[in-house]
């Protein structure tokens, strides 16, 4: 019995020192004063590069604002919405902000903050097409970035939808202007955007995919991280800078969006 308890004794000491040496992802950004953060750049206005290449958008602000609070020095990766998770799972960031939806599936994966911003997820198309929801797009095939909340979504509403998955969101805008696809499924903030750039296209509401607010996203685990970046949303709500953020890029006030 004695050697039974000295061996349950041990293995737990054994836990409790693998536990405190892990590294504290927060504590370990502060310590070398430099947070890895990943943004869009194929997903204007929330990111994309302008006539000089450099980043520019509301991901972008909001990365360059955290990493001011946290008083570190700002490292920027570009991702698409098919990789977005995959550099969080392989230690290539600390934290991604890239207009990321939450689901359920997601969020086995990594963890969510609280949203920084809301959106809705919906399919765009000419007037010419007939369609008000998913079950009436026929053959009509619609341009989507694979991996993304928009082509998980429409997927479920019609598992026999002709979808053209792309690599990311510009590649799913570029054939639908181009007419490689009749349809775009894509961020209801992304639009305007589109339209003014192209305007002799025609972007139609047809039908909504559902509401889908964006989250920062960080490594499953990384509580304290998790919850310092709560409370920057929450300062910088209560404080009107992310208001801000929204009438410059999205031209629309900041609408109040429910907590985690």
């Known amino acids: 019995m004695k050697r039974i308890l000295t061996g349950l004794l041990t ?16 504590e370990d950004i502060l310590k070398k004063g ?14 994309s590069q302008n006539q000089n290449r450099e980043a520019e958008g509301f991901d ?5 604002m955290v990493a ?55 399919v765009f198309g000419p007037k010419s097409a007939n369609v008000t929801s998913a079950d009436a797009l026929g053959s009509l095939k619609v341009a989507a970035a694979k991996g993304t909340t928009q082509d998980l979504g429409l997927s479920a509403m019609n598992p026999k939808a002709t979808i053209m998955r792309t690599e990311d969101d510009a590649t799913a805008a570029a054939a639908y202007i181009s007419g490689q696809a009749d349809l775009i499924a894509t961020n209801s903030l992304i639009v305007p955007d ?37 409370g920057f949303i929450f300062f910088n709500t209560m404080n009107g800078e992310l208001d801000k953020l929204h009438r410059k890029w999205l031209g629309i006030p900041m609408a109040p969006l429910p907590s985690l």
């Open 60 to 64: 972008v602000d909001l990365a360059n």
């Open 194 to 230: 589109l339209a003014k750039r192209n305007p002799n296209k025609e972007f139609e509401l047809k039908f909504t995919i559902r509401r889908s607010p964006a989250h920062m996203g960080v490594r499953m685990g990384e509580h304290n991280l998790v919850r310092w970046l709560d």
């Open 68 to 122: 001011k609070a946290l008083g570190v020095k700002l490292e920027m990766q570009q991702v698409t919405g098919a990789n977005r998770i995959p550099f969080l799972l392989t230690d290539k960031v600390d934290i991604v902000i890239s207009v990321m939806g939450l689901t359920p599936e997601r969020a086995r994966q990594i963890m969510f903050t609280a949203p920084y911003a809301d959106t809705q997820l919906a």
């Open 34 to 47: 430099v947070v890895r953060i990943a943004v869009p750049l194929d997903v204007p206005p929330f990111g």
């Open 11 to 26: 293995l737990t000491f054994m836990a409790l020192a693998a536990t405190a040496a892990r590294a504290d992802r927060f």
